[in-house]
């Protein structure tokens, strides 16, 4: 169960509105001693599609990505792997991660992730409510002539 | 044989100076930033995406800025860009089926589970220039409705349990990345789709409606057209754990072409596929009808010798930077290679001249 909720933050930080968490964090103003595993790099991942949606994968193209590690205490490691080029945020969801399995973890809960999801789920609903708002409904006309 | 040319240095650096305010513009009017780039010229941003094959939007507006909105320029900065990153690994393949829709239609059934949905397109409208836009500021609130958060299955899902089109099935052949490995031909057709996700969108269009005139047969329908977000799942290395790495927009389209059928099975329909990033649904439907134009081999189809069934054709073609890497580079200095040919054709006038005094 600790990897299916370390997996549900880790994807909240990785996608996150980068301005939004830096805001986040910053107001947090938490001073961390930390040392780096490996400091923020930015690379690629590339993305694979499914033939047909079903079928054999294929590389779709790729997607930029800012990762680093890092420890705190010499003990927890903490991994930021993130969307986008911004080595900050990279940082901060590396130092979310380490304290999150720390006592720390309800601050950080509490003040970051759960706004994160709350953020995520807003755009959603928008998404979704204005998509249905275009929903049509065709219907067919039997013409004149075929009468 | 290629011979440098030396100098000049300073009328390149010059030209780079004007270039560069030139760029800029007239001062008096506001300099252009990202963001509004970002944020208003969505479709460029999302074309430079797709052709410079990386998918971030900051960069994206950047290159469109820099290059002056020529987006073959900056589709190539992309590309180069693209080219220095280091990369981390592959995600694990994406599931449409589960895709945040912003729009989806389909031009064959008009009821389907999830219904059609147009969401923010340019169909329907009356093509008129909008004065209002020259004025400031206005524009309209969309609309919002209740909605249900169901997953929106694929339309083709319902001809399939049917039987009445072919199925995609994995068929297990690995497939090379071809931007890390040389093109050889025949390609598989996850190749050949790597290939056109990243191709110009204007030849392929053309292609598409090359097959749409006649040079190819294969009379397509718009089975579903789908844009709207994806999450993008990675395997994190030093975890072992697979996470949501990134939210991508793609358009998608599967197309519904005519029958194929045996002794053994009985007529059903074919299909072509298209996927890109970013909202560009021009692209993604002629990537569908290119795709299936190539795979008349598969199908038994005859060969019409026609430019949108030949794989070498289209794939050698379709890759915008190529193409044009290799057509602008003629307006370089080519003057030794040019020497030659001129010391040619004076050769080849004298002994022309010589041979007429003789007779």
């Given at each position: 169960?600790?990897?299916?909720s370390?997996?549900q933050w880790?994807?909240s930080l990785?996608?996150a509105?980068e ?6 964090w910053?107001?947090l103003n938490m ?7 490996r400091?923020?790099?930015?690379g690629s ?7 047909g ?6 590389n779709?193209?790729e997607?930029?990505?800012?990762r680093?590690?890092?420890?705190l205490d010499?003990k927890?490691q903490?991994?930021?792997?993130v969307?986008?080029r911004n080595?900050y945020k990279?940082?901060i969801?590396?130092l ?8 720390k973890?309800?601050?950080i809960k509490r ?15 928008e ?13 067919t ?5 075929d009468? | 044989?290629?011979?440098s040319v030396k100098g000049?240095?300073?009328a390149?650096?010059n030209a ?5 305010e ?8 506001a300099e252009?930033n ?5 944020e208003?010229?969505?479709?460029s941003?999302?074309r430079v995406m797709?052709?410079?094959?990386l998918y ?7 290159a469109?800025k820099q290059?002056?909105g020529d ?14 990153l280091p990369r981390?690994?592959s995600s694990k393949?994406?599931e449409?089926?589960?895709?945040l ?9 008009k009821?389907?589970p999830?219904k059609q949905?147009?969401?923010?397109t340019f ?7 909008d004065?209002k836009?020259l ?6 609130k ?6 249900d958060?169901?997953e929106?299955p694929h339309?083709?899902s319902?001809?399939?349990k049917?039987?009445?089109?072919q199925?995609e ?7 090379k ?25 204007g030849f392929?269009?053309?292609l598409a409606?090359?097959t749409q005139r ?9 089975g579903?057209?789908?844009?709207g977000y994806v ?6 290395p030093?975890?072992g754990?697979e996470i949501n ?8 389209c599967?197309s519904?072409?005519q029958?194929?059928g ?9 299909r ?11 692209k ?8 299936r134009s190539?795979?008349?081999k598969?199908?038994?189809e005859?060969?019409l010798?026609?430019a949108?069934?030949d ?5 050698s073609h379709c ?5 044009t890497?290799f057509?602008?580079h003629?307006k370089l ?8 040919e001129l010391?040619l054709v ?13 007779t």
């Open positions: 169960m600790q990897n299916e370390r997996k880790l994807s990785a996608t509105d301005n939004y968490l830096i805001s986040l910053d107001n001073k961390i001693e930390y040392n780096w595993l400091e923020p790099e930015i991942v590339m993305v694979q599609g499914k033939v949606a079903t079928g054999d994968n294929f779709v193209g997607v930029t990505i800012t680093c590690s890092l420890n010499k927890i903490g991994h930021g792997y969307q986008g080595k990279s940082k969801a590396a979310c991660d380490a304290l999150m399995q720390t006592e973890k309800e601050i003040n970051i992730i759960d706004k994160l999801i709350k953020y995520k789920n807003n755009k959603r609903n998404i979704l409510s204005k998509t249905e708002a275009t929903k049509v409904d065709f219907f006309l039997v013409r004149g002539e009468k | 044989m290629y011979v000049g240095e300073k390149i650096n780079h100076s004007w270039l560069s030139i760029r800029r513009g007239d001062v008096n009017i252009l990202i963001k509004q780039i970002s208003q010229l969505t479709l941003v999302d797709s052709e410079g094959s971030d939007k900051d960069l994206s507006a950047l469109i290059s002056r987006l073959i320029e900056a589709i190539f900065l992309m590309r180069a860009y693209r080219t220095t981390i690994g393949p994406i449409t089926s589960k895709m829709c912003l729009r989806r239609i389909s031009a064959t059934f009821d389907i999830g949905k147009l969401g923010p169909d329907y409208t009356h093509r008129l220039l004065f836009l004025a400031d500021g206005e524009y309209e969309a609309k919002i409705e209740k909605y958060d169901k929106i339309v083709l319902f001809l399939n049917e039987g009445l089109i199925k099935i994995p068929s297990g052949k690995t497939s990345d071809i931007t890390r490995n040389p093109i050889n031909f025949p390609l598989t057709r996850s190749e050949r789709l790597q290939s056109l996700s990243r191709g110009d969108e392929l269009l053309g409606y090359s006649g040079y190819a047969r294969n009379h397509a329908f718009v579903e057209l789908r844009t999450e993008v799942q990675f395997e994190i030093e975890l754990i790495i990134a939210d991508v927009m793609f358009t998608e599967e519904v072409n029958f194929k045996s002794k053994k099975i009985p007529a059903q329909f074919t072509g596929y298209g996927l890109v990033f970013g909202q560009l649904e021009r993604a439907i002629s990537m569908a009808l290119v795709d190539m795979r008349w598969e199908f038994g005859e060969y010798g026609v949108a069934q794989e070498e054709f289209v794939i890759d915008n930077i190529q193409a890497g057509l602008e003629i200095p080519h003057y030794v290679d040019f020497q030659a010391d004076r050769k080849i006038r004298e002994e022309y001249k010589k041979n007429e005094q003789h």
